[in-house]
């Protein structure tokens, strides 16, 4: 079965008018047009049922059962095809017209009984209002983004709702473009007036995560008023990337593509390493076994261990350093970005992952390693030590250096309830330099870490 999410415009009205300029329903258009629904909803009600009903009787009669009495259901039925079942999805905005024109097309198809067997749920995002950009910035374009995310979640894999861009307003095409490409959903349009069905798939994009980690940190109002903030020569570069990249606007105002990406960011945090994340932990290997004068020499390393209980795997610990003359003397590493550890969300409370399970916060998955540690191989370190990365000189900032801080003491507290204060805990933090003419991160893999780029370390 075949899920639609259709964007609802005004062509089944102005396609009558445009083949009778002297259509009937021209006034009623002419009253209502840009007219919001949240404006109408307050009306006279039998005033505007009239209106409604009237409105729809002209409709229904000037269109009957021409499929091409609008661009969505011209898109719906070549979109459908030869399916016997399919769920149409029909989104309009926060106007009268578009709400109207949902109900005219769910009204078409209902009339013939071929069709019994699809599905229409009509949609209205309230505050998607196209005349008012206030309205689209500060809430509709969210809700919108909302909605899709809604339909989609259910949606399998191999079963991906098809994005019917044919119809509707063209302010809201762009965003559902980045859904579309983000969340593997193909959008299908009829190309200009040549009725042939154009099918746009997905290519294989994705944000960079390190990058993504450390813009999203900033896209906080109450940390784009923070004159700490402001007034901080790193912050200065943190805003010119936000600004270049068109997340927030000049004045610091979060822009609806920022609001987006934020969102998108912060419930996408991954649980599983990103590619750069395993870049590390065998960068840091190297330097911790070859390099690091603090870690005793000859131990083994163990990479990615996982922690199995009752047959399945609960957690992992990315580096173990082993005395190989004494199996209970470890070193235990965990490496985090820099996002996943000062992120409020990420690191105290976790998120809810595609599938609509909580997952856990950093904090929770670095208490469970350490009393796997405790009470399944019965050790206690000889030390624990957190190494946390970033790809630019984010931690500079007053309110991020704040907040790690502050993380880094709740971790340090869960090292001594789970093996008291004789076990120390060491962090690192680890920066890794953005190069605007190369590949960061080519050249992070080829050249082993310097002490100057462990920027410092803690002990607790």
């Not at 909803?41 to 005033?47: C, G, L, Q, R, V």
């Not at 969505?72 to 926060?94: P, R």
């Not at 911790?288 to 020499?297: A, E, F, G, V």
């Not at 199996?327 to 998120?351: D, L, M, P």
Request: hydrophobic fraction near 35%; glycine fraction near 4%.
């Amino acid at each position: 079965m075949k899920t639609i999410i259709t964007t609802v415009g005004t062509s089944i009205f102005t396609n009558l008018i445009k083949n009778d300029p002297n259509s009937p329903i021209i006034e009623s258009y002419e009253n209502l047009k840009d007219k919001k629904f949240s404006e109408w909803d307050a009306d006279d009600i039998e005033d505007r049922s009239a209106t409604r009903k009237g409105l729809r009787t002209l409709v229904k009669e000037g269109i009957q059962n021409s499929s091409n009495a609008s661009a969505e259901i011209e898109t719906i039925l070549k979109i459908v095809g030869s399916e016997q079942t399919a769920t149409i999805h029909l989104l309009t905005t926060d106007t009268v017209l578009s709400f109207l024109a949902s109900e005219l097309i769910k009204d078409w198809f209902n009339a013939q009984p071929k069709y019994e067997r699809w599905t229409f749920i009509i949609k209205k995002i309230d505050k998607l209002n196209v005349q008012s950009k206030s309205d689209f910035e500060d809430e509709g374009f969210m809700k919108l983004i909302e909605v899709v995310r809604e339909i989609e979640k259910p949606c399998s894999i191999d079963n991906r709702p098809i994005l019917n861009i044919s119809g509707g307003y063209k302010a809201i095409i762009p965003p559902l473009t980045l859904m579309g490409q983000l969340y593997n959903m193909p959008l299908n349009y009829i190309y200009e007036d040549s009725g042939q069905l154009i099918e746009f798939g997905n290519l294989p994009i994705q944000f960079d995560w390190e990058i993504a980690e450390e813009l999203a940190f900033f896209l906080d109002e109450a940390v784009l008023r923070d004159n700490d903030f402001l007034n901080n020569q790193d912050s200065k570069a943190i805003i010119k990337k936000l600004t270049n990249n068109k997340l927030i606007d000049k004045s610091n105002k979060i822009t609806p593509l920022g609001k987006f990406f934020k969102n998108y960011v912060e419930k996408k945090t991954p649980e599983s390493k990103t590619t750069i994340g395993v870049l590390v932990e065998y960068k840091m290997l190297e330097y911790y076994k070859n390099y690091d004068s603090r870690l005793p020499k000859g131990f083994n390393v163990i990479r990615s261990e996982d922690l199995v209980k009752n047959g399945r795997t609960i957690s992992e610990i990315d580096l173990i350093f082993e005395d190989p003359n004494d199996k209970n003397n470890i070193i235990t590493t965990e490496i985090k970005s820099f996002y996943q550890v000062a992120n409020y969300q990420a690191f105290h409370n976790g998120y809810v992952d595609e599938t609509g399970k909580q997952k856990k916060s950093v904090k929770e998955q670095f208490r469970t390693q350490l009393e796997y540690v405790k009470d399944e191989w019965q050790i206690d370190p000889i030390e624990v030590k957190y190494l946390v990365y970033q790809a630019s000189s984010g931690y500079n900032t007053p309110k991020s250096r704040r907040m790690l801080s502050d993380n880094l003491k709740v971790l340090a507290k869960i090292v001594f309830d789970v093996f008291g204060k004789n076990v120390p805990f060491y962090v690192d933090l680890l920066n890794i330099p953005l190069n605007q003419n190369k590949n960061s991160f080519t050249e992070f893999l080829q050249h082993r870490i310097q002490k100057t780029q462990l920027i410092e370390d803690f002990k607790f």
